[in-house]
C-alpha cells in the first residue's frame, strides 16, 4: 500500500457565503507502482485532491494515510512526505524559481540534507531520466520552451527519489510531439523506477493509453475508479458529466452498428487496430 484517503471531505471557505464543499467522502487507495489516470471537468475536485496527497491543503474530515502512518497524527514529518509524494503542478515556472536548471534540480536534494555534491549527482540523474542533457545545466530556467520547462519541473522533483509522483495537466499547451515526449517519458520512468504514477489529464486518449486504472471525478465525488476498458464502457454516463471517451470507443461503435464484428471496448489505437484486422480476415473468410 502506498497512500489511503480515508472518508476525506474539503470544503472551501467554510463557514463564510462561499463555503463550497470541494471533495465528498472521498475513500481511494493508491497502490504501490500504479499508474493512475485522474479525469473529470474543471472543478470536479480532482487538482484539490491531489493537493492533499502531500498535504499541501488540509482535510476538512478524514484521514490519509502514507504506509499506515496517519499524516494527520500529531508530530507527523511532512517535509518528508512532500519528499517521497512529489507533486508537480500545470504550470511548471511555479517550481522553477534559480539561476540556472541544475541548480534549480539541485534544491530539493539540497533541502533533504545532501551535500552540494550528492545533491548535484542526483540532479545530473533526473535531468537524464527527463531527457536533458549537459547544455541545459546552466541555462536559465525561463529560457527553456514550454516542454522544456515541464522535463525540468519533472526532473526536480524525481532528484528528490519519490515514491509516488503526481502529474497535475503536464502536457497542457504543448504540441502533439511535446505531449507526446514527455507523456512516453514518463511511461518509462513508471515501468523502469517502478514509482507510482498519478496523472491528472483532460485527454480521453492519453490516460487511456497510459494509465491502468482510471479515477473519476465528478462534483467532488468519485463517479468511477477501474480499468479504462471497464471505465469507458460507461461513455454516456460520462458524457452526461461533461467527459467523453476516447475516439477510438466511438469508431468501434460505429463500426459495430454498420455489421463489423469489433471489439467496442477497445479504447488504444493499437486495440482499435488489431480488433479491426480481426474483423476484416474473419470478412474474407466468410
Same mark, same amino acid.
Given at each position: 500500500?502506498?497512500?489511503?484517503? *480515508?472518508?476525506?471531505?474539503? #470544503?472551501?471557505?467554510?463557514?463564510?457565503?462561499?463555503?463550497?464543499?470541494?471533495? &465528498?467522502?472521498?475513500?481511494?487507495?493508491?497502490?504501490?507502482?500504479?499508474?493512475?489516470?485522474?479525469?473529470?471537468?474543471?472543478?470536479?475536485?480532482?487538482?484539490?485532491?491531489?493537493?492533499?496527497?502531500?498535504?499541501?491543503?488540509?482535510?476538512?474530515?478524514?484521514?490519509?494515510?502514507?504506509?499506515?502512518?496517519?499524516?494527520?497524527?500529531?508530530?507527523?514529518?511532512?517535509?518528508?512526505?512532500?519528499?517521497?509524494?512529489?507533486?508537480?503542478?500545470?504550470?511548471?515556472?511555479?517550481?522553477?524559481?534559480?539561476? $540556472?536548471?541544475?541548480?534549480? #534540480?539541485?534544491?530539493?536534494?539540497?533541502?533533504?540534507?545532501?551535500?552540494?555534491?550528492?545533491?548535484? /549527482? &542526483?540532479?545530473?540523474?533526473?535531468?537524464?531520466?527527463?531527457?536533458?542533457?549537459?547544455?541545459?545545466?546552466?541555462?536559465?530556467?525561463?529560457?527553456?520552451?514550454?516542454?522544456?520547462?515541464?522535463?525540468?519541473?519533472?526532473?526536480? #522533483?524525481?532528484?528528490?527519489?519519490?515514491?509516488?509522483?503526481?502529474? $497535475?495537466?503536464?502536457?497542457?499547451?504543448? *504540441?502533439? &510531439?511535446?505531449?507526446?515526449?514527455?507523456?512516453?517519458?514518463?511511461?518509462?520512468?513508471?515501468?523502469?523506477?517502478?514509482?507510482?504514477?498519478?496523472?491528472?489529464?483532460?485527454?480521453?486518449?492519453?490516460?487511456? /493509453?497510459?494509465?491502468?486504472?482510471?479515477?473519476?471525478?465528478?462534483?467532488?465525488?468519485?463517479?468511477? *475508479?477501474?480499468?479504462?476498458?471497464?471505465?469507458?464502457?460507461?461513455? /454516456?454516463?460520462?458524457?452526461?458529466?461533461?467527459?467523453?471517451?476516447?475516439?477510438?470507443?466511438?469508431?468501434?461503435?460505429?463500426?459495430?452498428?454498420?455489421?463489423?464484428?469489433?471489439?467496442?471496448?477497445?479504447?488504444?489505437?493499437?486495440?482499435?487496430? *488489431?480488433?479491426?484486422?480481426?474483423?476484416?480476415?474473419?470478412?474474407?473468410?466468410?
Amino acid at each position: 500500500m502506498s497512500i489511503k484517503l *480515508d472518508h476525506v471531505n474539503y #470544503v472551501y471557505g467554510q463557514g463564510t457565503a462561499y463555503e463550497i464543499h470541494a471533495l &465528498k467522502d472521498i475513500c481511494l487507495e493508491l497502490r504501490k507502482g500504479e499508474f493512475v489516470g485522474l479525469i473529470g471537468h474543471t472543478g470536479s475536485g480532482k487538482s484539490t485532491l491531489v493537493q492533499h496527497l502531500n498535504g499541501l491543503v488540509k482535510a476538512t474530515e478524514g484521514h490519509i494515510y502514507f504506509h499506515g502512518e496517519d499524516i494527520y497524527g500529531a508530530g507527523y514529518d511532512m517535509r518528508r512526505l512532500r519528499s517521497k509524494v512529489g507533486l508537480v503542478f500545470q504550470y511548471p515556472e511555479h517550481q522553477l524559481f534559480e539561476v $540556472d536548471v541544475l541548480s534549480d #534540480v539541485c534544491f530539493g536534494p539540497k533541502n533533504q540534507g545532501l551535500s552540494r555534491e550528492e545533491a548535484e /549527482k &542526483k540532479a545530473k540523474e533526473a535531468l537524464t531520466m527527463v531527457g536533458l542533457g549537459e547544455e541545459f545545466y546552466y541555462q536559465s530556467p525561463f529560457e527553456l520552451s514550454g516542454g522544456q520547462k515541464r522535463r525540468a519541473a519533472i526532473a526536480g #522533483v524525481l532528484a528528490m527519489e519519490p515514491e509516488i509522483l503526481v502529474l $497535475d495537466e503536464p502536457t497542457a499547451g504543448l *504540441d502533439p &510531439k511535446g505531449r507526446d515526449e514527455i507523456l512516453d517519458q514518463i511511461s518509462l520512468l513508471h515501468q523502469e523506477k517502478k514509482i507510482t504514477i498519478v496523472l491528472v489529464s483532460h485527454s480521453m486518449e492519453d490516460v487511456a /493509453k497510459y494509465a491502468e486504472r482510471i479515477v473519476v471525478m465528478n462534483q467532488g465525488e468519485v463517479l468511477f *475508479d477501474d480499468t479504462p476498458r471497464e471505465v469507458f464502457c460507461h461513455y /454516456k454516463e460520462l458524457e452526461q458529466v461533461g467527459l467523453a471517451a476516447p475516439q477510438v470507443t466511438y469508431i468501434m461503435h460505429a463500426l459495430r452498428e454498420r455489421g463489423f464484428s469489433v471489439d467496442e471496448d477497445a479504447t488504444t489505437i493499437e486495440e482499435a487496430r *488489431d480488433t479491426i484486422l480481426d474483423a476484416l480476415r474473419s470478412k474474407e473468410h466468410n
